[in-house]
Structures are given as structure tokens and as C-alpha cells.
């Protein structure tokens, strides 16, 4: 290709896909290094950066609607993507378009080239990072609400200093990389805290102290969250519609808040994203009042995360979405479907080899659910049988078997039908049922 070609969409995304083969490695040569070729973007944008084991997706979902109910202009990095790679760089919660995307690729693709001959290749989440931080420095975001990847001190996106650093909570996941104990994981977690950062966590017990740690060796402040901390929520109400809260935090005290995403534990979630935003107002002067919050907390909506849709398109009733995947976000699924009174519900449910299954489908078990194993579309993957045989051991049922997710939802019955276990599995199942797909 030419300077003067452009790329498509396709070619965008094969360039992506390419660097897939890489796998996961972790460090912070390749990216700074990518970040100095393309002129330092990541030094343009403020925000917060947001880590922790379960919650932080739900984090910033909610913070960004609020945010652009208040009328700012919001920059975000979801991970994974469900459908399509554009929903990797958002603006307002809308993905950028397929040539947008294809540019934003086309800009780093000179750096990508000198950072491979200089320390070797980045990665494809190094890659999808760089060109997202470009992007939304090139479009002068008033802030970038941006996720961690996994982890935190290692990650691709700890390139950034927002100002404001926030840890949902640590539990058990990827100990591979981050460590058995929660000790250690809230140690590489707590790396996303820079100096004289303002910090909010809802993490607790054994998570804690690290970052306690982490505040004091660098000179940041920490708002906490939780019972009986200075940010709190009550839950009051919850039905299929979402939730109701109390929320108080030391600059104000909010009644009868609904959130429009499912579950009790979105309540944790939403008494950090008060914090959050009291800590934007602290750091960066950005405030949102009463309204803005009521309404973008109302309004909000995280594909994907238990997301209830309309099977019509598939010859089903109503289809729950959830991306559980590891033993805390298990529970909190078998804990809202209880809630909502579901109670032997069909669950299609795949997972990645490195998740730890076993404790995933034994917080499932007391749902005592009809599950129909099945295969994500990854080389990493769980064959449907070897899930089985899992779920057999944990619980002494037996599971039924499909080889694709499209076969999994054929076999399906209920309402709500339960997908789960893996966002890949989700995304392919939205895909089925919305019709969404890949662009060309």
C-alpha cells in the first residue's frame, strides 16, 4: 500500500487480527513507545481511568451517560467489542464510523512499523489502544472515561494519567498474569493510581490495603465506597426494569435514583460512579447536577451485561445477555436471576479455557439451570464436551452439547433463554439476534 492509499474498514481490521497472533504480552515498552511515534497523544486527554476486577465496564457506562446528560462531549474504550471492532473507540456512547476507524488504524501504522524493528511487535491490544488514544485526543474529548484492559500496572492503557484512577473492587481472575492472591492483584491494579491522582475504590478486606499503599507512596487522594464509607448506596427496589437506590457521598445525598441496568450489584457500581463523579468535580472542575445524573443513570445501557432483549429474530421470547466469566460475576448473575424470581432457567453458556470454570459453574449451580454447553469461537476456547463433563463433576447433572452458538440457541427454550460465561459467546449471540455483523 501507498501513503496516499487509503484503508478500508477491512483492511483496518485484518491489521488488527494479524497482530492477534501475538497473543497477550504484558508490559509498557511497546505502547510508550507507540505513544512517542504519533506525538504523545495520551498527554491531551483527561478523564479517569478505570480498573477493577467486576464492575468497571458498568462504571463507565454510567459515568459516560450522565457526563453527556450534563452536555459533555465523552471519549470511551469499551473492551472487548461484542460485534464490530468500531465499538472500540466511542464518542457519546456511539462507535466511530468504519472510515473513521480505518484512518485511525491508518495513522499508527508508520509507528507500528518502527516500535516492531525497535523492541518487536505490538500486540493487537496495544495496537487497538494507540489508535484509540489518538483518535479521541484528534477529536478533543472534553473527557476520556477509559476501561483497563486486565490488571493495571502492565496494561496497555496505564500509558494514561487522567487524574483520576478508580478500582471497582478485586476478586479472583486472570491469576495467570496478576497473581493468586487478592494482595497481588490489587497490587497490579492499584499501579493505575499515578502521583497526585484523585482515587475511588470500592475494594475491601484483603484488596484494600495495596491500595491504600499505592495512595500514600504516590501522593494521591482515596474516596472509598461501600457500607459505612463516605460513598454509599441503599438499595431499594429492583425489577426488570433496573434498579432503585439511595446514593450519598460527601457532596450530596440523592433518593430514589434508578439505574436502567440490571441487578442488586449495580447498586455497588453506581455509589462508585458518584464517587467518580465527585472526584472529576475535585480534579478537573467537570461537575453533572441532580437532573443530569437522575437522567443518564435512567437512560443508561450496557450491551451485553445483563441485557435483556427481544429473541423474536431467533424464534425466542425474551434473551438475558451476561458476559460472566469469573466466580464473583457468576454470583452476581445467579443473584439477580434469583431476585427477579427466575429459577431453573436454560443457560447457553462457553468459556475460555483460562477462566476458571469450575467456580463459575458451581456459583451457577443453586439456579439449578438446563445448561447447553457450547463453543466459543476462539482457539482458546473450552470444547462444549469438556464443559460437561466440568458441570458434571461440580454438580453431578449432566449438560447438553451444541458445537456452535447459532446450534446452542436452536436448541433453547424459556424465558428468559441465559447466555453467559463469555463475551465472545455474547457478542456472537447479539449478533444473532439484533442482525448486526462485522462491516465489510
Known sequence: MTDTERLTYRQAVGVLTERGRFGISMGLER?????????????????????????????????????????????????????????????????????????????????????????GPPTEFEALTAAAIGELARRRVDLAIVEVGMGGRLDAT????????????VQHDHEAYLGNTLAAIAREKAAIIKGHNVAVSGASGRGLRPILDRCDDVGASLRRVGPHQPSR?????????????????????????????????????????LALLDALSERHGITADESSVRRGLADVR???????????????????????????????????LRDLGLQRPTIVFGAMRAKRVHAVLRALAPLEPRFIFTRVEDSGAHEPDQLARIWRRVSGMRGEVAPTPADAMRRADGDPVVVAGSLYLVGAVRGMITGMSEED
Open 31 to 119: 505502547v510508550e513507545r507507540l505513544m512517542a511515534e504519533v506525538g504523545h497523544p495520551e498527554q491531551e486527554l483527561r478523564g479517569a481511568l478505570v480498573g477493577g476486577t467486576n464492575g468497571k465496564g458498568s462504571v463507565v457506562a454510567m459515568t459516560r451517560s450522565v457526563l453527556v446528560a450534563a452536555g459533555h462531549r465523552v471519549g470511551t474504550m469499551p473492551k472487548p467489542h461484542l460485534v464490530s471492532y468500531r465499538e472500540r473507540v466511542a464518542i457519546d456512547g456511539e462507535p466511530i464510523g468504519p472510515q473513521e476507524f480505518a484512518a485511525a488504524i491508518q495513522r499508527i501504522l508508520p509507528a507500528i512499523d518502527n516500535v516492531a524493528t525497535a523492541v
Open 158 to 169: 496505564n500509558v494514561l494519567d487522567l487524574g483520576v484512577a478508580v478500582i471497582t473492587n
Open 302 to 336: 450496557w450491551p451485553g451485561r445483563l441485557e435483556l432483549l427481544d429473541g423474536q429474530r431467533i424464534g425466542l421470547g425474551r434473551v438475558l445477555l451476561d458476559g460472566a466469566h469469573n466466580p464473583a460475576g457468576a454470583e452476581a448473575l445467579t443473584r439477580a
Open 233 to 273: 448506596a441503599t438499595l431499594r427496589h429492583l425489577d426488570w426494569d433496573g434498579i432503585v437506590l439511595d446514593v450519598e457521598t460527601p457532596s450530596r445525598e440523592l433518593a430514589e435514583l434508578r439505574v436502567g441496568l440490571l441487578g442488586a450489584h449495580q447498586a455497588d457500581n453506581a455509589a462508585v460512579v
